[in-house]
Each structure stands twice: as C-alpha cells, then as structure tokens.
Nanobody, 128 residues
Framework: QVQLVESGGGLVQAGGSLRLSCAASARAFLNYAYAVGWFRQAPGKEREAVAAITYNGGNTYYTDSVKGRFTISRDNAKNTVWLQMNSLKPEDTAVYYC???????????????????WGQGTQVTVSS
C-alpha cells in the first residue's frame, strides 16, 4: 500500500504560480517504478487528468488546457513528483490530486481508472 501526500496548494491571483508536491510513503518512488498523474476536480465537475509522467520521467502527458503553463517533473531519489503551475487562471481552481500505480511500460497514463493509489488532494484557488 502506497500513501500519497500532496502539498503546495493555496490561494493565488490570476497570472500567478504555484508548485504542488506529491510525496510517497516508504520511499515508493525511489524503490519501485511508479507512474504518477495529477488530476483535478472542480465543484460540480468530474475529476480530470491534468498531467502525467512515466516512472523514469521519460514521457509526459498534459491536457490541452494546461499545455505551455504547467510542468510535471519528478526526482525519484527525493521520492517526489511536482506540478509547476504558471500563468494560473480562475478556471484552474479545483482540488488537485496526485495518483500513482506500478508502471506498465513507459506510457504516461491519463485515465483515472488506470491508477491504484490516490492522495487526499490539495485546494488550488485562483482569484480573478
């Protein structure tokens, strides 16, 4: 069982930046190959994939609305995956979740059903 803990959320004005972190328990990212994704869920909307990264960082995925603004990265030695969010917009407001699963191949996974472990989420609020 892997526990994921997100941090870094908060309130920011439009155009600002935040960096979210996802840390895994028991050095999971260091000791095993885990694919990781960031998802978000706004009130009244379904949870959607924002970005994903393969276990070795070799491949990434971004949903169209964040391309050029968000960057996903990881350092397995630090057991952490980050989501750097720049040029934030009010429509980015949501609870952001980190998800992980043991890697299958080297494809960044963008479907909720593909992930086995989820964090509790961190709130990101972008004011206009």
């Amino acid at each position: 069982q892997v526990q994921l803990v997100e941090s870094g959320g908060g309130l920011v004005q439009a155009g600002g930046s935040l960096r979210l972190s996802c840390a895994a328990s028991a050095r999971a990212f260091l000791n095993y190959a885990y694919a990781v994704g960031w998802f978000r869920q706004a009130p009244g909307k379904e949870r959607e994939a924002v970005a994903a990264i393969t276990y070795n960082g070799g491949n990434t995925y971004y949903t169209d609305s964040v391309k050029g603004r968000f960057t996903i990265s990881r350092d397995n030695a630090k057991n952490t995956v980050w989501l750097q969010m720049n040029s934030l917009k009010p429509e980015d407001t949501a609870v952001y979740y980190c998800a992980a699963r043991r890697a299958i191949g080297n494809t960044a996974l963008s479907e909720k059903r593909e992930y086995d472990y989820w964090g509790q989420g961190t709130q990101v609020t972008v004011s206009s």
